[in-house]
């Protein structure tokens, strides 16, 4: 394809070339222009295309916190509102509000971090025996 900035056949030689130096293909792309990242033998995360790309992982964690942050928020509010539908005495919204905190602790409880979740697989793996 023309126009995206960098020529297809010159990226797929380096892409194979990344590949027999022992990099590893990644899931990530690159922001710029959608190929896929590779991760060298020294840790160093490349385009085949742009070189080097740092900003990555670091962009995405930063943007996994903010969510994590927003369900954290709504959660309070919510448990804020059920005291306020407490004293209005109105039981359907506390029922409401209620069904939406629960809602945020299992977005939170599937959120946990990768070493917990990887840590529960090998567990049901075990038990499965
Ligand atoms: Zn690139």
């Not at 020529?7 to 022992?22: C, F, N, V, Y």
């Not at 080097?52 to 959660?75: M, Q, Y």
């Not at 306020?84 to 939170?108: F, N, Y």
Request: proline letters at 4%; hydrophobic letters at 35%.
């Amino acid at each position: 394809m023309a126009g995206r900035g960098y020529d297809r056949e010159e990226a797929l030689r380096k892409m194979t070339r990344l590949m027999m130096q022992g990099a590893v293909m990644l899931g990530e792309t690159c922001p710029l222009d959608g190929l896929p990242l590779f991760r060298l033998k020294s840790g160093e995360v490349v385009c085949p295309v742009h070189g080097r790309v740092l900003i990555v992982s670091t962009d995405e964690e930063a943007r996994e916190a903010e969510i994590e942050g927003i369900i954290r928020e709504v959660r309070y509010r919510a448990a804020r509102n059920v005291l306020e539908s407490l004293e209005e005495g109105d039981p359907k919204r506390i029922k409401e509000w209620l069904d939406v905190i629960e809602s945020t602790e299992r977005i939170l409880s599937l959120r946990k971090p990768l070493e917990s979740r990887e840590e529960g697989e090998a567990r049901s793996k075990a038990g499965k025996k």
